[in-house]
């Protein structure tokens, strides 16, 4: 049995995963590392008979307690941290990690946050619209070809987490801000952004980007929102100040 | 791509194993990994259609060069290091290892000589007539369940030796002894210590498998196996004299 740290507060989310036995897979995997917590989004195939084949033992507990959304955002409200894995190397995507200094990263920051690792459809994997909202980006370092199953690879994560669980004495990391927070922190940031003329309204995402990367190099605490939003409230009121202002004047 | 040690000389080995399917996930497993060389003894279901349905893209060449044995001792003959993997823990077993310490330990033996790393059937695991026969026993890690799913557990053998690979410098150790080697010493001293009155010829195996035990706690090199059977030549050659004394004295 294992001592050291908790597991319980990270999940495994599949993202449109196309064959369920794989989703049984990914059960078996988790229970074998002590990870017990499955979140479905948009399954293209949720055949319950299929899916619970290759899941034996108690991994039938984690298929039968796994919770199935239709919208990836929602799904990922309630967490604090979010990992995007892809076998894919872009431009576009924030900083990259490993799953053994992953692992070693979140077991502190899971004590006290709830915490998602993400994988994309087999075919495809993630877009860069999923990896948009994600923390930060974990890649399978590999030989040759690059593409791995899907348990196969939620079993590499989900070792490495449990070896760094056994390594790690208990730390805690303060409160982070779930994706709630910080997606109602990002549109704020839009809005007023847009407002003081940062952003051209014709093309909002180019600078939103850049900010949505600086801001996920490290994980924001909700204090930090908190903070974050205090001043766009500001800039919001002294923007509104202005408007009143040329108004007057203009009349 | 992987700069550092080679994995070229790293085979798995899968024992009897029933579902051709595994057999075409652990392929892809080892390709991911740049482990190449797949042994099989005794399949229980080699249909080459059903072991091809996993096995994606270069994982195919894995497939096609794969060799058959229909003899566990006979395919385990050109190897001078062997691994046995298990689920279970025994009182009869020579010392426990995990994947993560095997991996930096085999990559230096691996550079100048053939390791095996050998799976059990998926239902029962290796034996310990099979265990009997590997210089070393490593058991992965696991939280509750601990049976893995057989490709599973194969993808964190050969994602741990490639993680090693990439962090070692490569090194060389002297050429071990290779299995036909180490039975023939075996096989010798057998014969000897019976001769002798050290083994009860009734009950031989007692013995012999604490001799076992001790000699594969480190690897025997080839040199060192020609000396031990330099001694057991030598004690036959004492026992004949010995022999013939005392026939020489009953006349």
Redesign the interface.
């Known amino acids: ?2 001592t050291g740290a908790r ?1 319980e507060n990270i999940s495994i989310v599949l993202v449109e995963t196309q064959i369920p036995e794989n989703i049984g ?1 990914v059960a ?2 988790m ?5 017990r917590r499955l979140v479905l989004v948009e399954p293209k195939n949720c055949d319950l008979t299929r899916i619970l084949r ?1 899941a ?4 039938v507990d984690v298929v039968e307690q796994m919770e199935v959304f239709a919208d990836f955002k929602e799904a990922l409200g309630p967490f604090q941290y979010v990992v995007g894995t892809t076998a894919r190397i872009g431009a576009h995507r924030p900083s990259m990690t490993q799953p ?1 200094r992953l692992a070693y990263d979140i077991i502190p920051i899971s004590q006290e946050n709830q915490v998602a690792i993400v994988f994309g459809p087999e075919d495809s994997g993630l877009t860069n619209e999923h990896l948009r909202y994600c923390h930060s980006i974990a890649t ?10 899907l ?2 690879a939620v ?2 994560f989900c ?1 490495e987490l ?2 760094a669980s ?1 390594d790690t004495e208990p730390r805690s990391v303060p409160r982070l801000a779930n994706r709630f927070e910080l997606e109602g922190m990002y549109e704020h940031m839009a809005d007023v952004l847009k407002k003081i003329g940062f952003i051209n309204p014709q093309n909002p995402e180019h600078w939103m980007l850049s900010i949505r990367r600086f801001l996920s190099r490290l994980p924001l605490r909700a204090g930090e929102v908190r903070l974050i939003r205090g001043i766009c409230r500001q800039m919001n009121w002294y923007t509104d100040q202005y408007e009143k202002e040329k108004n007057r004047k203009g009349r």
Chains 1, 2 share one sequence.
């Not at 229970?31 to 990870?35: A, E, K, S």
């Not at 034996?56 to 991994?59: A, M, P, Y």
């Open positions: 049995m294992a597991l897979s078996r995997a229970d074998n590392m002590g990870v290759p034996t033992g108690s991994s053994r399978i370092p590999t030989a040759r070809f690059p593409s791995l199953n348990a196969q079993m590499i070792y449990f070896m056994i």
